[in-house]
């Protein structure tokens, strides 16, 4: 690093502590120590949406982001919750630290809602949990620990899977390999690929699995499937791993979207799970969920939780007060409750809705291929089969955003969140066409 | 899309680690989790613990290191609840996700209430900023940071001073950070041993990172005098090391908050690159909200611009973006005149009641013939006093007159009022005199 002083200050670099009022030296001509640092590409997901608000095409459809939006493509803020923050604020509340581990009403209430009240895993105090930053925040609180405490394991994610799984892993350095999930060809679950490559997989190794609503694929497996993959973890000693984001929003109904991981602890299963509370609250930008570990010993669960939280001090000290208050004022209050099962409802019909439109509108424009899958996908994405897997190295998913202004993520997912029967038409439209021309 | 990368470790020990996993767990039965130790409890958060369950009338909590008003009460701001009020009421406001950088309002506003308006690196755009998970977050990301993009030449070390937040050593630590300590509180004076950290900076290696606190130092309550500031400028530039400041009392520790930046201005001035960590927990009151940013200022507009996108790349696998509602609020008293005039004055008016608190108890421990110099008291800044008070004086202090700190004798003047000081004063001289 090249720097150049004048005289009278270097004259001032001396050893003894009489100290007169320096000068501030003056840098001249130095490089940056930061100069080999190289511009980073936008991230997969939420650059789509930054390019959806750069653009100024008239007709633009944002399907990236897995945000929902109502029948006029806006954000919805749900009733339960605006009421829940007035009545917040209206008991004049502090905003003191919470404890590392989070608010413990909301604490008790995200168990609740995964395990169902009074599970005996709850009351026999085998429950860890810790409040954190959403559905990523916990992942990584998760990811820190099975760094710590299963050195040498890996981690087995589906293949495609949320994008931003790997780097979580990735960046606690916690190896990570594919299993095989999604079929190209039914469009489906490639169950026996799924179960070869878990068969296979070390004793020891992590799975990440997803309760519901598989993002990006939106292909779930079925009741039996989930039996058959809980009974090959016990056999083979594998952790699963659930990454719950969408309790709720796939049927509509949170004990039915929860049956998974409520499936594996009644089989005797040890389980992690990392929730989001982003979507079915629609609370998103205020980062509230809570990482879960369901152990069989009350004690070792004391001793996972004591951990949990030193690793959450490394990384943002305590979590934020505000959604976790939202969360558990709605949870906690029986009307507010039972109102929020109905938003629920309604947006998970929503989606439906618009799924079943969208299949109508293809089979009636490109009656030759099979647009079943959009209505078989559970939740709010859709893999359209415009994916580059399918040799077209990318061109339809371009030729969706650059001739037709439908963003979407490059492998091809599209929020179905994102869509109203407004636009179920030009849609179907820009797929048929990319699919055929592209 | 990214490149997808598997890492091979060099597993020895992994694969016995999980050989041993696996002849000990029992699907069913023991847990897979026994060999899982119990963390040691949180030293500071133990001490709010322990006063909790201390049925004692008498009881204090020096400990707390949260504002507290006279009446012993955690304080939440006009401006805080008028801004809240106002989001509330606003039909524009939504729970969508920020920005993986956060509140872009936010970032500006923080990083010019740092800097000053008159910053020539703002001024530039030389500076990468980002919203962070308040003091904490932000030197978890800039530490990751900095591991993964320092020149590899640069040596990940970072120099801290001796004492300092217990929780910097475990953040850097976590990033890859080898942490050394440089000399700071000096016993016999309770004031700075500015000779010994003269030394250790001056022996440091080049490219080292240098963690600064911007003032009212935690602990110790001791921050260098405007010379000692300039000095130390001079010995970061003849090192080359990256300083990387530590700002959670802006306006906290003198009441004005230009002053409280004047040695993060200083070394920004200078033209070197630097790294700040701000908080607005403790001079916003915002403590849960968890509002805080990270910046880089960088040499170039260019070097900040590509800063910023590999910042992001950090968050991205830790939290995604950052929560909303601190930031919001911080970005509507910052950026509202009105509230900003009146977040001033409380913000001044929550500085004087801490310094009126150290007078109070500078005043009852001379009238009570205090053994010693407790001057310190009066010239120490901020929340903080660290009292030379050895540990079993402090072990005293609880057990006998219930009187609650941590252990290495730090107290909170925050925890402090009128009619308390001269408990605390009575206590302190019984201590020092007996133990």
Known sequence: MQTALGPSTASRVVANRQVRTARAPQVVAASSRFADVAQAPPDPILGVSEAFRASTSPNKLNLGVGAYRDEDLKPVVLSVVKKAETKIVGRAENKEYLPIEGLDAFRKATVDLLLGAGHPAIQEGRVAVVQSLSGTGSLRVGSAFIARFMKGATVYLSNPTWGNHRNIFGDENVEWKYYRYFDADTVGLDFK?????????????????????????????????????????????????FDVAYQGFATGDLDKDAFAPRLFVERGLEIVVAQSYS???????????????????????????????????????????????????????????????????????????????????????????????????????????????????????????????????????????????????????????????? | MQP?????????????????????????????????????????????????????????????????????????????????????????????????????????????????????????????????????????????????????????????????????????????????????????????????????????????????????HNPTGVDPSPEQWASLLQTTHDRQLLPFFDSAYQGF???????????????????????????????????????GALSVVCRSKAVATRVESQLKLVIRPMYSNPPMHGAAIAARVMGDPRLNAMWKEELKGMADRIKAMRSALYRELTARNAPGDWSFVLKQIGMFSFTGMTRPQCELLVKKWHIHLTLDGRISMAGLSAATAPYLAEAIVDVVTSA
């Open chain 2, 253 to 291: 520790a003198s009441g004005d908050l230009d002053a409280d930046a004047a040695s993060l201005r200083l070394f920004a001035a200078s033209g070197m690159e630097l790294v700040l960590a701000q908080s607005f927990a403790k001079n916003m009151g915002l403590y849960g909200e968890r509002a």
């Open chain 1, 193 to 241: 690929g799924m179960m070869e490559d878990l068969t296979a997989a070390p004793a020891g190794s992590v799975v990440l699995l997803h309760g519901c609503a598989h993002n990006p694929t939106g292909v779930d497996p079925t009741a039996e499937q989930w039996g058959a993959i809980a009974d090959l973890c016990k056999e083979r000693n594998l952790l699963p791993f």
């Open chain 2, 4 to 216: 997808e990368v598997t890492l091979h470790l060099s597993v020895t020990e992994g694969r016995v680690a999980v050989l041993a996993r696996q002849l000990c767990a029992a699907p069913g039965g023991v847990s897979n989790w026994e060999h899982v130790e119990q963390a040691p409890p949180d030293p500071i958060i133990g001490v709010t613990d322990a006063w909790r369950a201390d049925p004692d009338p008498r009881k204090l909590n020096l400990g707390v290191g949260a504002y507290r008003t006279e009446e012993g009460k955690p304080y939440v701001l006009r401006a805080v609840r008028e801004a809240e009020t106002q989001m509330l009421a606003d039909p524009a406001s939504n729970h969508e996700y920020l920005p993986i950088s956060g509140n872009a309002d936010f970032c500006r506003l923080s990083r010019t209430l740092a800097l000053g308006a008159g910053s020539a690196a703002l001024q530039e755009g030389r500076v990468a900023t980002v919203q962070a998970l308040s003091g904490t977050g932000a030197l978890r990301v800039g530490a990751e940071f900095l591991a993964q993009h320092l020149p590899a030449s640069n040596p990940r070390v970072v120099y801290l001073p001796s004492p300092t937040w217990g929780n910097h050593k475990t953040i850097f630590a976590k990033a890859g950070f080898q942490v050394r300590e440089y000399r700071y509180f000096d016993k016999a004076s309770r004031g700075l041993d500015f000779g010994g950290m003269t030394a250790d900076l001056s022996s440091a290696p080049p490219g080292a990172v240098l963690l600064l606190h911007a003032c009212a």
């Open chain 1, 279 to 438: 979507k079915n609250l629609g609370l998103y930008g205020e980062r509230v969920g809570a990482l879960v570990m369901v152990l069989n010993d009350k004690e070792a669960a004391t001793r996972c939780l004591s951990q949990l939280k030193r690793l959450a001090r490394a990384l943002y000290s305590n979590p934020p007060t505000w959604g976790a208050k939202i969360a558990a004022e709605v949870v906690n209050d029986k009307e507010l409750f039972d109102e929020w099962k109905g938003e629920m409802r309604g947006m998970a019909g929503r989606i439906e809705r618009v799924r079943g439109e969208l299949k109508t509108a293809l089979d009636a424009k490109y009656p030759d291929k099979d647009w079943s899958f959009i209505t078989r996908q559970i939740g709010m994405f859709s893999f359209t089969g415009l994916t580059p897997a399918q040799a077209s190295g990318g061109r339809r998913v371009d030729n969706m955003t650059n001739k037709h202004a439908v963003y979407m993520t490059r492998d091809g997912r599209i929020s179905l969140a994102g869509l109203n029967s407004a636009k179920v038409d030009y849609l179907a439209n820009a797929i048929v066409d990319s699919v055929r021309n592209a």
